[in-house]
């Protein structure tokens, strides 16, 4: 192969694309004939590349030594992470020092680089002739620590895993050399509002209680991160108390069993809403009407500086969800003339009503916000 075809053939290797979120970053050619030393001659007769210097491909063409001699480093980084954890045999500190969200991503940016490195070097035989068979195999039963070690974490906080995190063949060549890792990794999400689900996760075994535990919060933050917008009085309550938990425990002061309890009780409570006090008989059973009048509690007040009853709250939330309803159009909600026509009827009702006829005090700013608030979650509850 030479000239045009050798020149056709790099070409083509290392066409780069995106597919599905999968990215080819660079393709490999294996010199098994030395036809890279026909590259100057190649370049020289092809007419396209007059004027090139031998200088231009000086970043064109690696030595494959030069990437295995990268492993070590990469390696380290690695354990750089894990400094903290005092006993390096001990996979249960390595999953709860991976708590963070953002530790963790670093981890699995870091596991990656290792992979891909340790991918080029197992594929050439140049690799022991840069390290010896125990420094390989050393690099080999890490690279299988970890990746078991992602799968773990991954399911214990309840990640989305990208199951084509690796091309198949670099999967398959990794599989290989140091062992047969799951060709799919898929993460069941803990589903709170399923009792025996839940159950479920209670009664594992293998695993420990802290990790149990570990993956109901992670599910229950899932589930009240997905409903905020929803409900956002109640959804924060519990996402206040939630990690309240989750802080007791990583600093001693719930043991394993009671972390396991406490974050099971939110996760009931949570599923079935159980606001934990009385609700107006009014709206009880009317999620809608619960949901406005949680943002209304405890922001009006009478002239006289008083709260205004929870029985008035909830008749002004019912009275609230009217005006939203007989003003929702198709598309409302990417229509701003018809969000301004929305927006200035609670405005009316707020003056008119409310404080003209009913007495309720309403500063500006609280004003602002409470109708902010109103929007939001109406644009969350009443799609259109």
């Known amino acids: 192969m030479k000239e045009h075809n050798l020149l056709q053939a790099i070409a083509r ?3 780069l694309y995106e597919d599905g979120g999968t990215e080819k970053q660079f393709g490999f050619i294996v010199d098994y004939e030395g036809l890279l030393g026909e590259l100057d001659s190649a370049l ?27 492993l070590p480093q990469l390696h380290d980084q690695l354990w750089d992470l894990f400094k903290p954890v005092r006993n390096k045999k001990d996979m249960e500190q390595f999953e709860q020092h991976l708590a963070d969200e953002s530790l963790r991503h670093e981890f ?24 010896d068979e125990a420094k390989v195999d050393a690099l080999k039963r890490d690279w299988k620590q970890f990746s078991e070690l992602k799968r773990s974490v991954q399911l214990r906080y309840q990640e989305t895993v990208d199951v084509r995190e690796f ?45 149990r535990a570990d993956r109901i919060a992670s599910a229950t933050r899932r589930a009240i991160t997905e409903k905020m917008d929803e409900d956002p009085t109640f959804y924060k309550q519990f996402s206040e108390l939630l ?12 043991s394993e069993r009671e972390y396991l309890n406490s974050v099971v009780d939110l996760a009931s409570k949570v599923a079935r ?22 943002v209304l509690e405890g922001q009006l007040k009478t002239k006289d500086d008083e709260p205004v009853a929870g029985d008035e709250a909830a008749s002004i939330a019912l009275e609230i969800i009217d005006i939203i309803k007989s003003h929702l159009i198709v598309d409302i909600w990417s229509n701003e003339v ?5 927006r200035n009827a609670i405005d009316d009702y707020f003056f008119d009503v409310l404080r003209d006829e009913r007495g309720v ?17 109406a644009r969350a509850r009443f799609a259109a």
């Open 338 to 342: 018809a969000q301004n026509k929305l």
């Open 13 to 15: 290797v290392n066409r």
């Open 108 to 131: 699995y940016a870091r596991l990656k680089a290792f992979s891909r490195c340790l991918h080029i070097s197992l594929s050439s035989d140049k690799l022991f002739d840069v390290f």
């Open 167 to 211: 091309e198949p063949k670099i999967q398959k060549l990794l599989d290989d050399h140091v062992v047969a890792m799951p060709a799919e990794t898929i993460i069941e999400v803990v589903n709170i509002n399923d009792p025996d689900a839940l159950k479920a996760v209670v009664e594992e075994t293998g695993v420990s209680e802290a990790s």
């Open 273 to 294: 809403k159980d606001r934990g006090r009385d609700v107006p008989e009014s709206i009880r059973g009317d999620e809608d009407a619960q949901a406005f009048f949680g």
């Open 44 to 70: 020289t007769t092809y007419s396209a590349f007059e004027g090139y210097e031998a200088a231009d491909l000086a970043e064109t063409v690696h030595d494959v030594r030069e990437e295995i001699r990268k």
């Open 243 to 254: 990690e309240e938990t989750i802080r007791a425990y990583r600093e001693k002061r719930l």
């Open 361 to 377: 005090d309403l500063p500006v700013e609280v004003l602002d916000d409470l109708e902010l608030k109103i929007m939001d979650l």
